[in-house]
């Protein structure tokens, strides 16, 4: 019977990874990914929920058509992979096979969020409490590969990038929709972002305690600047809900300290900090989108709705739409956030340094 090591050299070869970096070529042995809607590629088809995107007008642009992205083409997870050299996009946990797992596995689920609750209004959903136990299965297979060697899995899995872009829910489908969740009944917005980066913490700690070593955590944007926001609260003399994006900026402002404290306190981890905030684009007319309001797709009814309507049609001048949805950005945002996380532009775009950085380690 072949020994661990030489299980893990057949696994290296199918994957055609050279264990030693050439630039070009693939930088880091795996992807991993955790999140919502916007890095969901496909756990969410087979699922009683709400929350799909694998139907027609989603998918437009990607060359498999609607596969379960939020998006018209590419995802954020999808521009990430692309950047660290991978010769194809990682597979989502519910089709996920075999020796496949070792490239990585995107876990990530469309209303999905910190806590259990967020999103259930919408259906089933995979929380990061649930893709946690899933990378927790996928690591038990993967160590059966090695013929249950679990210290040769988790050096595999410590050379690893692992993207978790989590909290979008914990607002969205949760925060701000008091009919159906008492939470802003309960909190104020800094006491409620100081429960979601408690929790948030301690399961960053036990993605850590299953191997990870490299982790890229995603802040949250300007969710106050979504279409479907936008139609559900309105505006007065602003472009944007400011009392929605003063509320997640409490989060957001949490997360650094968090990362430090993850850094200082777990031996032998790289924990860095995306500033979506700081990566939103200033001057989106540079990039040729014109259009920051209006959703690409045509929507089920309204916009506060926030899905594309099965089969519906969608803009022809996607290029210059920022929202393809009421929620989600199009694909071209979704390249700008994958290439400034990777690649940064300005200082405050990541902490402490980027993704190409953390592949280097």
Same mark, same amino acid.
């Given at each position: 019977?072949?020994?661990?090591?030489?299980?893990?050299?057949?696994?290296?070869?199918?994957?055609?990874?050279?264990?030693?970096?050439?630039?070009?070529?693939?930088?880091?042995?795996?992807? #991993?990914?955790?999140?919502?809607?916007?890095?969901?590629?496909?756990?969410?088809?087979?699922?009683?929920?709400?929350?799909?995107?694998?139907?027609?007008?989603?998918?437009?642009?990607?060359?498999?058509?609607?596969?379960?992205?939020?998006?018209?083409?590419?995802?954020?997870?999808? #521009?990430? $992979?692309?950047?660290?050299? #991978?010769? +194809?996009?990682?597979?989502?946990?519910?089709?996920?096979?075999? !020796?496949?797992? #070792?490239?990585?596995?995107?876990?990530?689920?469309?209303? $999905?969020?910190?806590?259990?609750?967020?999103?259930?209004?919408?259906?089933?959903?995979?929380?990061?409490?649930?893709?946690?136990?899933?990378?927790? &299965?996928?690591?038990?297979?993967?160590?059966?590969?090695?013929?249950?060697?679990?210290?040769?899995?988790?050096?595999?899995?410590?050379?690893?990038? %692992?993207? &978790?872009?989590?909290?979008?829910?914990? %607002?969205?489908?949760?925060?701000?929709?008091?009919?159906?969740?008492?939470?802003?009944?309960?909190?104020?917005?800094?006491?409620?972002?100081?429960?979601?980066?408690?929790?948030?913490?301690?399961?960053?700690?036990?993605? %850590?305690?299953?191997?990870?070593? +490299? !982790?890229? !955590?995603?802040?949250?944007?300007?969710?106050?600047?979504?279409?479907?926001?936008?139609?559900?609260?309105?505006?007065?003399?602003?472009?944007? &809900?400011?009392?929605?994006?003063?509320?997640?900026?409490?989060?957001?402002?949490?997360?650094?300290?968090?990362?430090?404290?993850?850094?200082?306190?777990?031996?032998?981890?790289?924990?860095?900090?995306?500033?979506?905030?700081?990566?939103?684009?200033?001057?989106?007319?540079?990039?040729?989108?014109?259009?920051?309001?209006?959703?690409?797709?045509?929507?089920?009814?309204?916009?506060?709705?926030?899905?594309?309507?099965?089969?519906?049609?969608?803009?022809?001048?996607?290029?210059?739409?920022?929202?393809?949805?009421?929620?989600?950005?199009?694909?071209?945002?979704?390249?700008?956030?994958?290439?400034? $996380?990777?690649?940064?532009?300005?200082?405050?775009?990541? %902490?402490?340094?980027?993704?190409?950085?953390?592949?280097?380690?």
């Amino acid at each position: 019977m072949a020994s661990g090591i030489i299980v893990w050299l057949l696994v290296m070869a199918t994957l055609k990874l050279n264990p030693l970096l050439v630039k070009g070529e693939q930088q880091v042995p795996c992807l #991993f990914i955790m999140g919502d809607s916007t890095y969901d590629n496909g756990n969410n088809n087979n699922l009683l929920t709400a929350a799909k995107a694998n139907y027609p007008p989603y998918g437009i642009d990607f060359p498999d058509g609607p596969t379960g992205r939020f998006t018209n083409g590419r995802n954020i997870a999808d #521009f990430i $992979a692309e950047l660290l050299g #991978f010769d +194809k996009y990682i597979e989502p946990f519910a089709t996920v096979k075999g !020796v496949e797992m #070792f490239r990585g596995v995107n876990y990530a689920s469309g209303a $999905a969020g910190i806590l259990d609750e967020s999103g259930i209004h919408l259906g089933d959903r995979i929380s990061l409490n649930r893709q946690l136990r899933n990378h927790k &299965v996928t690591i038990s297979h993967m160590s059966t590969l090695l013929e249950n060697n679990k210290t040769l899995t988790k050096e595999y899995l410590s050379k690893c990038i %692992y993207i &978790v872009g989590m909290g979008n829910n914990d %607002y969205i489908n949760n925060y701000l929709l008091p009919q159906f969740y008492p939470s802003s009944l309960l909190y104020k917005p800094e006491k409620y972002a100081t429960i979601l980066i408690q929790q948030y913490e301690k399961q960053l700690k036990t993605l %850590y305690r299953y191997g990870a070593r +490299k !982790v890229a !955590v995603f802040g949250l944007g300007g969710i106050g600047c979504i279409p479907a926001e936008l139609d559900l609260y309105g505006t007065k003399d602003s472009a944007c &809900v400011d009392s929605i994006n003063k509320a997640v900026q409490y989060f957001d402002d949490k997360l650094i300290p968090m990362i430090d404290d993850l850094n200082s306190n777990l031996p032998n981890t790289e924990f860095i900090y995306v500033n979506s905030t700081s990566i939103e684009i200033r001057d989106p007319s540079s990039i040729g989108i014109t259009n920051l309001l209006e959703p690409c797709c045509e929507m089920t009814s309204t916009i506060a709705n926030g899905q594309c309507k099965y089969g519906g049609g969608a803009c022809s001048d996607r290029a210059s739409h920022y929202f393809w949805d009421g929620f989600h950005p199009a694909e071209i945002p979704n390249k700008v956030t994958a290439t400034r $996380a990777y690649s940064a532009l300005l200082r405050t775009d990541v %902490y402490p340094f980027d993704i190409s950085h953390l592949a280097l380690l």
